[in-house]
C-alpha cells in the first residue's frame, strides 16, 4: 500500500472548516484513500474513503487532486467533539481481507 | 449498523497471568477480523489477523505463542494474552470489515494493565 504523508497537527476555531491535508504521492492507480479518525482512549472510526471523485458523506468531505497524488479531508464546521488524530490511510481495495496500516496520523484540536 | 463489541474494556491482571479479550460482530458476519496494539502515544500496530475456521496469520515479531488468537465462529474473535507481563500492557484494539465495501469498524478497546 503506498504511503502517507500528513502533517504532526494543526488547530481551528470550533464552528470553522477544519482542512486536514494527506501527501500520497506514490499511490498506484487502483488504490483508495481512506480517512479514519480516533478519539482519544476510544477505537478509530471511519470517515470516508474515495477512490477518484469527490466524495462527501455526512461527517466530512473528501477531496482528491486530479493526479490523485494529495487529498484533503474537509469538516465543515468543526465541533470540539471532533478533537482527535485523524489518520489518511491508502489502500488497494475494499477487500475484507486487506490489512488496514496505521501512519501517525495528524492530531486535530479544536478550540472554543 | 456494523457493530462490533470489545469486552473488557479494561483489566487489570498480575504478572504471569493470561487475559482473554472478545470482539464481536453484532450484526454482521466477519470471516476475518483484525487484532491491534497501541502503546500511549504511538499509532496502532497491526499484531495479526483472526480468520474463521483456520489459523491467524501473525505480523513479523509478534509471538504466536503469546498471544493467542481464536475465531471460532464468524462473529466472535478472542485474544488471549498468556503470561502477562507489564510491557503488554497497552491499548488493544479490535477491527473487522463489515459487508458492502465501506471502512473498517472497530472496537472500543481494551486496556490492559499488567502489575
Known amino acids: 500500500d503506498a504511503k502517507t504523508t500528513q502533517p504532526p497537527s494543526m488547530d481551528c476555531a470550533e464552528g470553522r472548516a477544519a482542512n486536514l491535508p494527506c501527501n500520497h504521492s506514490?499511490?498506484?492507480?487502483?488504490?483508495?484513500v481512506y480517512w479514519y479518525r480516533q478519539i482519544h482512549s476510544q477505537g478509530p472510526q471511519y470517515i470516508i474513503h474515495?477512490?477518484?471523485n469527490n466524495e462527501t458523506n455526512e461527517m466530512a468531505s473528501l477531496i482528491i487532486t486530479e493526479d490523485r497524488k494529495s487529498s484533503t479531508l474537509i469538516l465543515p464546521h468543526a465541533t470540539l467533539r471532533d478533537t482527535a488524530v485523524y489518520y489518511c490511510?491508502?489502500?488497494?481495495?475494499?477487500?475484507?481481507?486487506?490489512?488496514?496500516?496505521f501512519g501517525k496520523g495528524i492530531t486535530l484540536s479544536v478550540r472554543p | 449498523g456494523a457493530v462490533v463489541s470489545q469486552h473488557p474494556s479494561r483489566v487489570i491482571c498480575k504478572s504471569g497471568t493470561s487475559v482473554k479479550i472478545e470482539c464481536r460482530s453484532l450484526?454482521?458476519?466477519?470471516?476475518?477480523m483484525f487484532w491491534y496494539r497501541q502503546f500511549p502515544k504511538q499509532s496502532l500496530m497491526l499484531m495479526a489477523t483472526?480468520?474463521?475456521?483456520?489459523?491467524?496469520?501473525?505480523e513479523q515479531g509478534v509471538e504466536k505463542d503469546k498471544f493467542l488468537i481464536n475465531h471460532a465462529s464468524l462473529t466472535l474473535s478472542t485474544l488471549t494474552v498468556t503470561s502477562a507481563h507489564p510491557e503488554d500492557s497497552s491499548f488493544y484494539i479490535c477491527?473487522?470489515?463489515?459487508?458492502?465495501?465501506?471502512?473498517?469498524?472497530f472496537g472500543s478497546g481494551t486496556r490492559l494493565t499488567v502489575v
Open positions: 474515495g477512490l477518484k
Open positions: 490511510i491508502v489502500r488497494f481495495s475494499t477487500g475484507a481481507n486487506s490489512k488496514l496500516t
Open positions: 506514490t499511490i498506484s492507480g487502483n488504490e483508495y
Open positions: 450484526d454482521f458476519q466477519a470471516t476475518t
Open positions: 477491527s473487522a470489515p463489515p459487508p458492502g465495501g465501506r471502512g473498517y469498524t
Open positions: 483472526s480468520n474463521e475456521g483456520s489459523k491467524a496469520t501473525y
